[in-house]
Every structure is written in C-alpha cells, then in structure tokens.
C-alpha cells in the first residue's frame, strides 16, 4: 500500500521525490486537458515532511509521505527523557492528517516496545524497576495479528471490529532486512544467539458508525540468548516493537474512493 511504504526513514526520500515527480506530471497531464477537473476526475497528492524541530540547530526532515492536496496535518518527531523512566526515553515519530471536511483521515502512532526474559527473577527485576512508560513496558512477546486483535484494537481503534486480516510479505522483508545490519552489533556484546521474528499486516475494520478502515502494523520479536552469570544455565530475553502501526479512516459508502487514495 502506498502511504504504508512512504512512512519510511529520510534515507528513502530520493525514492519517494521521483513518485513525487511521477505524480507531478501525471497531474500536469491531466490540468493541461480541459476534459479533466481537479477533485473530480484526478486528485493532486503533495509530498509532506515530517520534521525534527527539537534535536538539531536547525529543522531536520525525518521522513515523508503523499497525502491529496489540501489536507491538514498536525505532528513530527518528539523528544522524550524522564530520569525515572529511561527505557522510554528516545525519539518518537506521531503525525495525522486529516481531509478538509474530516471524512478521511491518517494516523501514523509512534514507536513502541516492549520486554520479557525466561528468567523469573530477572523478569521480576524488570517488572519492580517499570515505570508505566507509553513508550516501553514489560509484557510477552506477541506478533502482528495477535497485537491487533489483543492490544491494538481495544487501545487505538477503540474496539472496532476486524473484518479481515492479511499478512504483508514486503515489509516482513524490510524488517528482515534492517535486523540483519544490527545483529552483528548485537553478538559482539556478548549475546550467543540472536534471532528475529517479523510480522506485519494489513486489516480491514469497522466502527459501526458509518466509518471504516484499513489498518497498518509490524511487529520485530528480538529473542537474545544470554548465559546467566550466577547459574551458567542459557537464558532468553524478548525485546517486542511495534515500529509501523498506522490508521487510514473513511466513510463506509466511499470505499473505492478510498482504495483510490490508497
């Protein structure tokens, strides 16, 4: 899908500035042609720049996405640090656009991660030193299907209704892809093994009220195996992220407009 693929790193804005040259001359084609009106025969999508404008002197565009021209949008990276609860501490991307008459709207939600261990007395370490952050708790490991249908639809989607659910092979190998540059990384500090289970899903939901919508989310399980200092017996910690959860609401009885945007 398209704007799941364009809430990327800034490192893919060169990609992302030919689809928006792509739709720059598409879109001059058709205002060229009287036949053709803006809004009803074509949309004009514009690219938009989510922005750092608090870790850098000047403001640093993080990453993009192509939204149709004229919508609002609020958001951009936030910087977070709370000394009693520094596993929550770090950079967290939330941004949302909305159409002028709020029919259509997109919600792209920060990062979150969460942890577990084996080990019942280092689990419990983890569980008494837990400050309730938004950004980072303690809870077992899960996947994508299983986060949206347990976590995801009763906290974000306030208990919408899943229609449909499928899996997203392209951005399982995206994931795939970034673990592998860092689990190098990972085995010098002293890690025996680590392994890495992706999921990511596409799902359709519904509200009830007229709205519908299509849902976006990946899920990285890092399972690290260490060697316990004290008892020498072999122990496993489970870092969770869920780094690409993103909403695209719409009104029920203009779906093929919205598959359109999409």
């Not at 159409?99 to 259509?104: A, E, F, L, R, V």
């Not at 792209?108 to 084996?118: D, E, F, G």
């Not at 025996?192 to 596409?202: K, M, N």
């Amino acid at each position: 899908l398209l704007l799941f693929h364009l809430s990327c790193r800034s490192q893919n804005n060169q990609q992302n500035n030919k689809l928006t040259d792509s739709k720059t001359a598409s879109k001059n084609t058709m205002q060229n042609n009287p036949q053709y009106t803006e809004g009803t025969d074509y949309m004009v999508f514009e690219r938009i720049r989510i922005m750092d404008n608090m870790g850098f002197a000047q403001p640093v565009e993080a990453s993009s996405v192509l939204l149709p021209k004229g919508w609002n949008k609020e958001g951009g990276i936030q910087w977070v640090y709370n000394p009693n609860s520094p596993s929550g501490n770090g950079t967290y991307s939330y941004f949302k656009a909305a159409s002028p008459d709020n029919k259509y709207s997109l919600e792209m939600l920060p990062q979150i991660a969460w942890n577990w261990s084996s080990d019942p007395q280092l689990l419990q370490f983890m569980q008494s030193g837990n400050n309730n952050s938004p950004f980072a708790f303690i809870a077992e490991p899960m996947d994508a299907e299983h986060y949206l249908r347990n976590v995801f639809i009763h906290r974000e989607l306030n208990g919408a209704s899943v229609q449909s659910v499928q899996s997203n092979p392209s951005v399982i190998q995206e994931m795939q892809q970034e673990f592998m540059n860092s689990r190098a990384e990972l085995m010098m500090y002293g890690a025996a093994d680590v392994q890495l289970y992706p999921s990511a899903i596409t799902a359709r939901v519904s509200w009830g009220n007229g709205k519908e919508g299509i849902v976006m989310c990946g899920i990285t399980i890092i399972e690290t195996t260490i060697m316990n200092q004290y008892t020498g017996a072999m122990q496993k910690s489970y870092t969770t992220s869920a780094a690409r959860r993103i909403i695209f609401k719409f009104p029920s009885e203009e779906k093929q407009q919205a598959e359109n945007i999409l």
